[in-house]
């Protein structure tokens, strides 16, 4: 069975960075891509990026560039995300999603972590 | 980037009816080469994370009930549940993976009349 785990709430201060991790099980690590989702307060799903565990490549969306990096641990089979230079706006719940595979490309999430709410605030 | 537009944003209907949502993409979502439409519909309930129902646009994830159908091509996409529940009340958003970044729709919110 799939499971994807993720690490605790964090609390940080504006400026400051953040390192979520994401352990996946029961499948085959360097298969699927892993893609990364946030939803802040009252809003809607915001997709962040993905990495492909089994190159590392990664694709991050425009607006994070230079403060979003996401990284694979093939020996544990897990995925990190950092994201830097925190403001407000980040505070959000943030999830990692195994993708549905079958494809070159990264397609849609099958699999979703459970969460982890990043709180920023002075 | 892709712009997705969801309409209504939000809908109740009386358990036993059908409900549509509609999901309109700023950008051809159909590759001819290989004969799909590269987009998903999720179902978000309070306090879980998303679940995909379908990808392919009609393509239904294992465990959905068949109630759940998606339509479309192109543009412009649905998705239909055909007899509400009681378990089906929940933020249903569209996604396309044609481009990069994905984007999502803003969502649109089901309630029981």
């Known amino acids: 069975q799939v499971h994807l785990v993720q690490s605790g709430a964090e609390i940080k201060k504006p400026g400051a960075s953040v390192k979520i991790s994401c352990k996946t099980s029961g499948y085959t690590f360097t298969n699927y891509f892993i893609h990364w989702v946030r939803q802040a307060p009252g809003q809607g799903l915001e997709w962040m990026g993905f990495i492909n565990p089994s190159n590392g490549e990664k694709v991050y969306t425009q607006r994070f560039q230079g403060r979003l990096t996401m990284a694979r641990d093939t020996s544990t089979s897990t995925v990190y995300m950092d994201l830097s230079s925190l403001t407000s706006d980040d505070t959000a719940l943030y999830y990692c999603?195994?993708?549905?595979?079958?494809?070159?490309?990264?397609?849609?999430?099958?699999?979703w972590g459970q969460g982890t709410l990043v709180t920023v605030s002075s | 980037d892709i712009v997705m537009t969801q309409s209504p944003d939000s809908l109740a209907v009386s358990l036993g009816e059908r409900a549509t949502i509609n999901c309109k993409s700023s950008?051809?979502?159909?590759?001819?080469?290989?004969?799909?439409?590269?987009l998903a519909w999720y179902q978000h309930k309070a306090g879980q994370p998303p679940k995909l129902i379908l990808h392919?646009?009609?393509t239904r994830e294992s465990g959905v009930p068949d109630r759940f159908s998606g339509s479309g091509s192109g543009t412009d996409f649905t998705l239909t549940i055909s007899s509400l529940q009681a378990e089906d009340v929940a933020v249903y958003y569209c996604?396309?993976?044609?481009?990069?970044?994905?984007?999502f729709g803003r969502g649109t919110k089901v309630e029981i009349k």
């Open positions: 392919w646009a009609s």
């Open positions: 950008q051809n979502l159909f590759y001819s080469k290989y004969n799909q439409n590269y």
């Open positions: 999603a195994k993708d549905v595979g079958g494809s070159s490309i990264a397609v849609a999430a099958n699999s």
């Open positions: 996604q396309q993976y044609f481009g990069t970044p994905q984007t």
